[in-house]
């Protein structure tokens, strides 16, 4: 298995988490790296996993849902109260579960399902990381990543 990996860097967008018992559960920002690591076991004629500059695909699908957003978990019992408020204020993208983690395990799928997708099924996705502001990070790793 062959693997190489893209990071988009310095994605604006905030989050909370409800039922944290600190300052996370304000609506508060990061700025966000997610990284992608895609694999594959027969190259493209040019001998890459993936062409790194036909991936417009994932950073559009990025700055459509997450660059400027606010992302909530599902659960989240403000989310609907604080949109309907003032729906103007916000761009939503909810999840199940909005930490770290939660997070890149949700783009691991949306991200699996279009690289297989772009790529007629001859790569898919083994991990996303995510990271706020650079100092934590969570990763998902697909279960038939080994
Ligand atoms: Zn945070």
């Excluded at 199940?96 to 007629?120: K, M």
């Amino acid at each position: 298995m062959l693997t190489c990996t893209k990071t988009y860097f310095d994605i604006p967008f905030a989050h909370r988490q409800y039922l944290h018992d600190g300052r996370c559960a304000f609506v508060h920002g990061h700025n966000w790296d997610i990284s992608v690591t895609f694999a594959c076991d027969r190259t493209d004629e040019n001998g890459f996993v993936v062409d790194f500059g036909k991936l417009k695909f994932l950073k559009n699908w990025i700055d459509e849902n997450l660059d400027h957003s606010c992302v909530f978990s599902k659960s989240d019992p403000l989310m609907r109260v604080l949109r309907d408020a003032a729906p103007e204020a916000w761009k939503i993208f909810v999840v199940d579960q909005c930490s770290c983690e939660g997070i890149a395990r949700h783009l691991f799928g949306v991200f699996n399902d279009l690289v297989l997708r772009e790529t007629s099924s001859r790569v898919r996705v083994v991990s996303v990381s995510v990271s706020e502001d650079k100092k934590n990070t969570a990763r998902f790793v697909s279960p038939e990543a080994d």
